[in-house]
T-cell receptor
Framework: KQEVTQIPAALSVPEGENLVLNCSFTDSAIYNLQWFRQDPGKGLTSLLLIQSSQREQTSGRLNASLDKSSGRSTLYIAASQPGDSATYLCAVRPAGGGSYIPTFGRGTSLIVHP | EAQVTQNPRYLITVTGKKLTVTCSQNMNHEYMSWYRQDPGLGLRQIYYSMNVEVTDKGDVPEGYKVSRKEKRNFPLILESPSPNQTSLYFC?????????????FGPGTRLTVT
């Protein structure tokens, strides 16, 4: 069964730092990997989606990479701002077998202080 | 605006009193699903639907029912709620025809069962 781990579980940094959030998965047979942001008590907002054939995706200050063979994805946040404070989750969708059930990590809680 | 809506957003009820949480999407998505989110356990899928009249169990279906009579709606039914169903619930949808399967989430429903 797929397991998704996010490290670190929590992170507190000063404004302006460049950050790397990690997502690792045990089964490399994935269709895609999606990164989300969740503000406290709110829904999930999609940030980036990487298909299994892609190596990375970029949106503004965010860059997500995927190394399927090693079971890892990283979310890079450049020049962090207090508004980036949120929980970041990754979700892995399996490939083949007709399964559409994604597996979520438990998230990295990020605080960016001024 | 493309969105997933849920109602109600907050609900406090008593054990055994049947309730329904509605979910609607306006993106003509085939795939819809329900998740619950609990501290320390992350997001877990309850049920999903690949199209009208097609539903299947996720990882934690016990105590829940769903129906998909229309493409846009996917209500979650708790026939006899119990305190262990106190949780934050999310509805999500995605297209199956574009083969990207990007997930879009609703704002969440916070349910308390006393």
């Amino acid at each position: 069964k797929q397991e998704v781990t996010q490290i670190p579980a929590a992170l507190s940094v000063p404004e302006g730092e460049n950050l790397v959030l990690n997502c690792s998965f045990t089964d490399s047979a994935i269709y895609n990997l999606q990164w989300f942001r969740q503000d406290p008590g709110k829904g999930l907002t999609s940030l980036l989606l990487i298909q299994s054939s892609q190596r990375e995706q970029t949106s503004g200050r965010l860059n997500a990479s995927l190394d399927k063979s090693s079971g890892r994805s990283t979310l890079y946040i450049a020049a962090s701002q207090p508004g980036d404070s949120a929980t970041y989750l990754c979700a892995v969708r399996p490939a083949g077998g007709g399964s559409y059930i994604p597996t979520f990590g438990r998230g990295t809680s990020l605080i960016v202080h001024p | 605006e493309a969105q997933v809506t849920q109602n109600p957003r907050y609900l406090i009820t008593v054990t055994g009193k049947k309730l329904t949480v509605t979910c609607s999407q306006n993106m003509n998505h085939e795939y819809m699903s329900w998740y619950r989110q609990d501290p320390g356990l992350g997001l877990r899928q309850i049920y999903y639907s690949m199209n009208v009249e097609v539903t299947d169990k996720g990882d934690v279906p016990e105590g829940y029912k769903v129906s998909r009579k229309e493409k846009r709606n996917f209500p979650l039914i708790l026939e006899s709620p119990s305190p262990n169903q106190t949780s934050l619930y999310f509805c999500a949808s995605s297209s199956l025809t574009d083969r990207i399967y990007e997930q879009y989430f609703g704002p969440g429903t916070r349910l308390t069962v006393t």
